[in-house]
């Protein structure tokens, strides 16, 4: 009876195991029939539209953008590359490329030089910020997008590429001729001792071995400059290379510890990344640095830290971007950049941002509703969210540009400004010493003056929008007098407005002039004196008590709203 029995059990397991075999091919094979039948409508849409469509189309403009559609809808990092973006791709993961150096943008209908890098051929070339480019390789400028002149200055290394520029305040115009080199960005823009105990570290980017450069750097502050705390600064870093962010995590924590681990579709997606080597420093007290603009890597790094009770983090919550790219390649040298994982943070979290709808207009994580937030726990039993992002265990609120600030970057006057006395002193002092004087600060407000510089605030924009919509809806006459009271109040003037937010202006008066002679790196040395974050980050790391306190069993750093 009991061999009976398991004969039929095993004929039922073997009916339902030929039922779920047969169900999976018919699945499979049903969705190959969907896309072939699918390209098929494409291709034939495709012919259509070329053969009877009234204007004649461009295959290629038209491909793409259904291809960047297509994507879009899927998430916003799953991207198509196309061969003549291969440049650009390339410097994003590499940091590497051969041109002549220098930042580009557009100025109303002027492609100008908005920041030459140190060291590159561009600024050895004499090309200065705010010289406008007008012509490239023989070909004039005029109506032509950044993209185009980009691709016009790269171009094979060691070969001359002409450019003629127009200077502000030179009355003729200047030929340069450039030969391009290979182009490589430091990761690590900035670098030192901020007092005789704090080492500070500016990492702008994940690129290929950046991990060994900033192991090198630590060793160096501790052992030569002996650093007895550090700050890492991963504000507006965009990300990059995980494997990279795996090595930064390692300089700070033992051998063998998991960082990261990523989950995919695909069997082969799902990874556990290591600490694969013998760290630098595990007790050093840390403080790493972020805001709304540090994504992916950045997001491994302090949320590892962070999930390891290794490091405070301090400032805004990050960006929310918790999705594997991987690339693939595709025919005619195209490639298409795929998510293919999630990655997951020591404490089991992912901090991808699920809810796409709810982003800010920058992309960054926005509000996030209470059903889709989870919570772990870190090594030492502290509470933490999902979500989206890394919210910071020490917050700082957003610094908020005022409407003039925003309006005065935007029309380029402190860039211009910035260029003109550039072009009139032959130098100033050391970064750290350097200071608007309230001289040069009256010579900027006579240059706006000179400009005929306006600006409306967004209040009063609004309330522009209100008076409209009151007036067709004839309300107006009714409340004339309380609209002409608010205006009153909200108007401004523009003498009241720079002596009521000098403070803001000329912190960015003195960014823009001090790149002008020392470039970035200097640029980061004056704004450390004025910087919020890296003196919070002092503060914490100059008391052991606080920084201790931070890591107590049961705190709960606040979930990502």
Same mark, same amino acid.
């Given at each position: 009876?009991?061999?009976?029995?398991?004969?039929?059990?095993?004929?039922?397991?073997?009916?339902?195991?030929?039922?779920?075999?047969?169900?999976?091919?018919?699945?499979?094979?049903?969705?190959?029939?969907?896309?072939?039948?699918?390209?098929?409508?494409?291709?034939?849409?495709? #012919?259509?539209?070329?053969?009877? +469509?009234?204007?004649?189309? !461009?295959?290629?403009? /038209?491909?793409?953008?259904?291809?960047?559609?297509?994507?879009?809808?899927?998430?916003?990092?799953?991207?198509?590359?196309?061969?003549?973006?291969?440049?650009?791709?390339?410097?994003?993961?590499?940091?590497?490329?051969?041109?002549?150096?220098?930042?580009?943008?557009?100025?109303?209908?002027?492609?100008?030089?908005?920041?030459?890098?140190?060291?590159?051929?561009?600024?050895?070339?004499?090309?200065?910020?705010?010289?406008?480019?007008?012509?490239?390789?023989?070909?004039?400028?005029?109506?032509?997008?950044?993209?185009?002149?980009?691709?016009?200055?790269?171009?094979?290394? !060691?070969?001359?590429?002409?450019?003629?520029?127009?200077?502000?305040?030179?009355?003729?115009?200047?030929?340069?001729?450039?030969?391009?080199?290979?182009?490589?960005?430091?990761?690590?823009?900035?670098?030192?001792?901020? $007092?005789?105990?704090?080492? +500070?570290?500016?990492?702008?980017?994940?690129?290929?071995?950046?991990?060994?450069?900033?192991?090198?750097?630590?060793?160096?502050?501790?052992?030569? *400059?002996?650093?007895?705390?550090?700050?890492?600064?991963?504000?507006?870093?965009?990300?990059?290379? /995980?494997?990279?962010?795996?090595?930064?995590?390692?300089?700070?924590?033992?051998?063998?510890?998991?960082?990261?681990?990523?989950?995919?579709?695909?069997?082969?997606?799902?990874?556990? +990344? =290591?600490?694969?080597?013998?760290?630098?420093?595990?007790?050093?007290?840390?403080?790493?640095?972020?805001?709304?603009?540090?994504?992916?890597?950045?997001?491994?790094?302090?949320?590892? /830290? *962070?999930?390891?009770?290794?490091?405070?983090?301090?400032?805004?919550?990050?960006?929310?971007?918790?999705?594997?790219?991987?690339? #693939?390649?595709?025919?005619?040298?195209?490639?298409?950049?795929?998510?293919?994982?999630?990655? +997951?943070?020591?404490?089991? #979290?992912?901090?991808?941002?699920?809810?796409?709808?709810?982003?800010?207009?920058?992309?960054?994580?926005?509000?996030?509703?209470?059903?889709?937030?989870?919570?772990?726990?870190? #090594?030492?039993?502290? &509470?933490?969210?999902?979500?989206?992002?890394?919210?910071?265990?020490?917050?700082?609120?957003? =610094?908020?540009?005022?409407?003039?600030?925003?309006?005065?970057?935007?029309?380029?006057?402190?860039? $211009?400004?910035?260029?003109?006395?550039?072009? *009139?002193?032959?130098?100033?002092?050391?970064?750290?010493?350097?200071?608007?004087?309230?001289?040069?600060?009256?010579?900027?407000?006579?240059?706006? &003056?000179?400009?005929?510089?306006?600006?409306?605030?967004?209040?009063?924009?609004?309330?522009?929008?209100?008076?409209?919509?009151?007036?067709?809806?004839?309300?107006?006459?009714?409340?004339?007098?309380?609209?002409?009271?608010?205006?009153?109040?909200?108007?401004?003037?523009?003498?009241?407005?720079?002596?009521?937010?000098?403070?803001?202006?000329?912190?960015?008066?003195?960014?823009?002039?001090?790149?002008?002679?020392?470039?970035?790196?200097?640029?980061?040395?004056?704004?450390?004196?004025?910087?919020?974050?890296?003196?919070?980050?002092?503060?914490?790391?100059?008391?052991?008590?606080?920084?201790?306190?931070?890591?107590?069993?049961?705190?709960?750093?606040?979930?990502?709203?």
């Amino acid at each position: 009876m009991k061999s009976v029995n398991k004969k039929k059990i095993g004929i039922l397991l073997g009916v339902v195991l030929a039922v779920s075999v047969l169900f999976t091919a018919f699945t499979r094979d049903e969705k190959l029939f969907q896309i072939d039948k699918n390209l098929d409508i494409y291709y034939t849409l495709i #012919r259509e539209l070329n053969l009877f +469509y009234v204007d004649e189309i !461009n295959p290629n403009d /038209l491909v793409k953008t259904s291809i960047d559609k297509m994507l879009e809808s899927l998430d916003p990092y799953t991207t198509y590359i196309p061969e003549s973006d291969m440049e650009d791709f390339r410097f994003m993961t590499t940091g590497e490329y051969a041109g002549i150096g220098a930042l580009i943008g557009k100025q109303g209908d002027h492609i100008i030089i908005s920041e030459p890098y140190e060291g590159f051929p561009a600024q050895k070339s004499g090309l200065k910020a705010g010289d406008i480019l007008l012509e490239v390789a023989g070909k004039s400028t005029e109506n032509m997008s950044t993209e185009d002149v980009s691709n016009l200055l790269k171009g094979p290394a !060691n070969q001359v590429v002409k450019v003629k520029i127009e200077r502000p305040g030179v009355k003729k115009s200047i030929d340069v001729d450039i030969v391009r080199e290979q182009i490589q960005i430091d990761a690590v823009p900035y670098y030192g001792m901020l $007092d005789d105990k704090t080492g +500070y570290i500016r990492l702008s980017s994940f690129t290929a071995n950046c991990g060994d450069e900033v192991k090198q750097i630590v060793k160096e502050l501790k052992e030569k *400059q002996h650093a007895q705390s550090l700050i890492l600064d991963l504000r507006s870093n965009p990300g990059g290379l /995980l494997n990279e962010a795996v090595k930064i995590v390692n300089i700070f924590v033992p051998k063998g510890v998991e960082v990261v681990s990523t989950k995919g579709k695909v069997k082969q997606w799902d990874k556990e +990344y =290591d600490a694969t080597e013998q760290p630098v420093d595990t007790v050093m007290p840390l403080a790493v640095l972020v805001n709304r603009g540090s994504a992916s890597a950045s997001e491994i790094v302090s949320g590892a /830290l *962070q999930d390891l009770d290794r490091a405070v983090i301090i400032g805004t919550r990050t960006f929310g971007k918790g999705l594997v790219q991987t690339t #693939r390649d595709l025919s005619y040298n195209t490639k298409l950049k795929v998510t293919t994982a999630k990655y +997951y943070i020591p404490s089991g #979290r992912c901090i991808q941002a699920l809810d796409y709808s709810h982003r800010n207009d920058d992309g960054s994580v926005g509000v996030v509703p209470d059903s889709l937030i989870s919570e772990f726990t870190t #090594r030492k039993g502290r &509470k933490v969210y999902d979500g989206g992002g890394v919210t910071p265990d020490v917050k700082l609120d957003l =610094d908020q540009l005022s409407s003039l600030s925003y309006n005065l970057m935007r029309d380029y006057m402190v860039f $211009d400004f910035a260029t003109l006395y550039a072009n *009139q002193h032959e130098s100033i002092p050391a970064p750290e010493d350097f200071e608007v004087t309230p001289e040069i600060y009256t010579e900027f407000k006579n240059f706006l &003056k000179e400009q005929n510089f306006e600006y409306e605030s967004e209040t009063e924009k609004s309330l522009d929008k209100l008076e409209e919509t009151a007036k067709a809806e004839k309300y107006y006459d009714v409340a004339k007098d309380q609209f002409e009271a608010l205006r009153a109040q909200v108007g401004h003037e523009l003498d009241k407005d720079l002596n009521q937010f000098q403070t803001e202006i000329k912190e960015m008066m003195t960014d823009e002039i001090v790149s002008r002679y020392y470039y970035q790196k200097g640029a980061i040395r004056a704004s450390i004196k004025t910087d919020r974050g890296i003196d919070k980050a002092k503060e914490v790391l100059d008391s052991p008590e606080t920084f201790s306190a931070i890591f107590a069993p049961g705190t709960v750093i606040a979930k990502a709203k």
